[in-house]
């Protein structure tokens, strides 16, 4: 079963496109870390603060399993 991040699997239902759209493009993007934190950065500001705040707890966990990540922290 695929982890959610939410408290809740309720909440996990209500998430925005644009939380599923981010973590989609944060994947793609994980090769390069300078892009991946500009595309990181720019989530943030563009996502309500409860689903930005999932996405940084979301980004971490990813980022632990990406050894080219870590160097840069969140």
Known sequence: MKRCYFQS???CMKATYSFFYYKAILRKVSFDTTL???EY???????????AKRLAR????Y????PQLLPVSL
């Open 58 to 61: 979301w980004a971490a966990h």
């Open 36 to 38: 991946f934190y500009k």
């Open 9 to 11: 699997e309720f909440d």
């Open 41 to 51: 950065h720019k989530a943030l500001t563009v996502l309500p603060p409860k689903e």
């Open 63 to 66: 980022a632990q399993k990406q």
